[in-house]
C-alpha cells in the first residue's frame, strides 16, 4: 500500500523548535524528490522544503536558515526539523513524495506557534 504518514505536530511557542517526520511506504524511496509543504488557513499551498534522490535540498525564502530537511533512505523516512519558530509558520504541514508524473500525499499534521 503506498502511504506517507507525517508526525511531530504541535504546539510551540515562537522561537521554539520542532521536528517534523514522514514514514514512507510502498514505494521506492530512494528515487523520489521529497517535499514538506504547507497551508496555513486562507492561504495556497507552498513548498517549504524539497530533497532529491541525490539529497540536494531547495528551501522557500520563508524558512532559510531555520528548517533542515534530511532524508534517510534506509529507514523510509524524511524529517523536517524546525528551529527559531514564528507565529506565521502556524499551518497544516503535508508530506509530498514526486517523480516524473507521480505525486503522493500525506494525511498532513497541524503546527501551531503560539504563545
Known amino acids: 500500500q503506498v502511504q506517507l504518514v507525517e508526525s511531530g505536530g504541535g504546539l510551540v511557542q515562537p522561537g521554539g523548535s520542532l521536528r517534523l517526520s514522514c514514514r514512507a511506504s510502498?514505494?521506492?524511496?530512494?528515487?523520489?524528490?521529497m517535499n514538506w509543504y504547507r497551508q496555513a488557513p486562507g492561504k495556497q499551498r507552498e513548498l517549504v522544503a524539497a530533497i532529491t534522490s541525490g539529497s540536494i535540498t531547495n528551501y522557500a525564502d520563508s524558512v532559510k536558515g531555520r528548517f533542515t530537511i534530511s532524508r534517510d533512505n534506509a529507514k523510509i523516512m524524511v524529517y523536517l526539523q524546525m528551529n527559531n519558530l514564528k507565529p506565521e509558520d502556524t499551518a497544516v504541514y503535508y508530506c509530498?513524495?514526486?517523480?516524473?508524473?507521480?505525486?503522493?500525499w500525506g494525511q498532513g499534521t497541524q503546527v501551531t506557534v503560539s504563545s
Open positions: 509530498n513524495a514526486n517523480v516524473r508524473t507521480v505525486d503522493i
Open positions: 510502498g514505494i521506492m524511496f530512494s528515487i523520489y524528490t
